[in-house]
């Protein structure tokens, strides 16, 4: 339907950019060009047959040419999806930590609360990322380049950003790096790590930067480099430990991908019935 509302609201003679990453509208569009002519019963296999047959009238109809596929790592791509997967797994708190494997996989990990891979203190869950003690350092680190980045992103792109934006960055709860050894799950910072925006950074973005196109392009531009930052130096590696510690388990990425269909096949036969 996306397609066919973008084709309706065209122009005749017009250039259309569409992204998708939806391997069926990619299929039909790719055989229903190649093809040409398509039999009925060729239509009555593909879902949704009607609105691509208006999809392809309106094509002709307004005299749009089809110049190429984008198959690469752009606006839709495999790898792109799967960052935004992650991104909503980690701010719903269902990313693939310890726990949810020992839940998805119980017969390839061990029974009981497994505790954090770096820690050892308490169970590795979601909850417990960024609550580490060993992420401490990181954050601390995290933060202060982050302070700092922003103080000098307003600067720069503003004309009038005002002596008191020191204060007001050092001051807010945000950046407050005086926690003792375990950040606060109360912490703004805590939020950041989960992919969750808190209001203390964007209330600086909105006092400092009036004009909406540009505050919005600031906040994106900040927002990501920050993100990144934090997938870095606490997701990426705690991932990469994990890793380590479950090849001494022998737990491998084709046990996981195999093991409903394994398990399937070494489930007791149904009891004789009487």
């Not at 569009?29 to 392809?56: A, C, E, Y």
């Not at 110049?67 to 752009?74: I, V």
Request: hydrophobic share 35%; charged share 20%.
């Amino acid at each position: 339907m996306g397609i066919l509302t973008a084709l309706i609201i065209s122009p005749f003679n017009c250039r259309i950019n569409i992204y998708t990453d939806s391997a069926n509208c990619i299929n039909i569009f790719n055989t229903r060009m190649q093809s040409g002519i398509v039999s009925p019963r060729q239509k009555l296999k593909q879902s949704n047959f009607l609105i691509w047959d208006l999809i392809f009238f309106l094509i002709n109809e307004k005299h749009l040419e089809w110049l190429n596929s984008n198959d690469h790592d752009a606006l839709c791509s495999i790898k792109v999806s799967k960052q935004q997967g992650n991104r909503i797994k980690k701010c719903n708190f269902i990313y693939l930590t310890i726990d949810i494997q020992q839940r998805n996989y119980p017969r390839l990990y061990s029974l009981g609360s497994i505790p954090c891979i770096e820690c050892a203190y308490a169970r590795d869950d979601n909850v417990h990322v960024g609550l580490c003690k060993e992420h401490s350092n990181q954050i601390i680190n995290i933060l202060t380049q982050a302070a700092h980045d922003l103080q000098e992103l307003i600067i720069t792109n503003t004309k009038d950003a005002g002596f008191d934006l020191d204060d007001t960055i050092r001051s807010s709860p945000l950046f407050n790096t005086t926690f003792d050894d375990i950040l606060p799950q109360s912490h703004p910072g805590y939020l950041l790590i989960h992919h969750l925006v808190p209001s203390d950074l964007t209330l600086i973005f909105y006092n400092y930067i009036k004009d909406k196109k540009l505050r919005f392009s600031l906040f994106l531009k900040f927002f990501s480099t920050l993100m990144s930052s934090i997938d870095t130096l606490i997701w990426t590696r705690r991932a990469s430990l994990i890793k380590q510690w479950e090849s001494t388990l022998s737990i491998t990425k084709n046990k996981k991908r195999f093991y409903r269909q394994r398990q399937k096949k070494r489930a007791p036969p149904p009891p004789a019935p009487d």
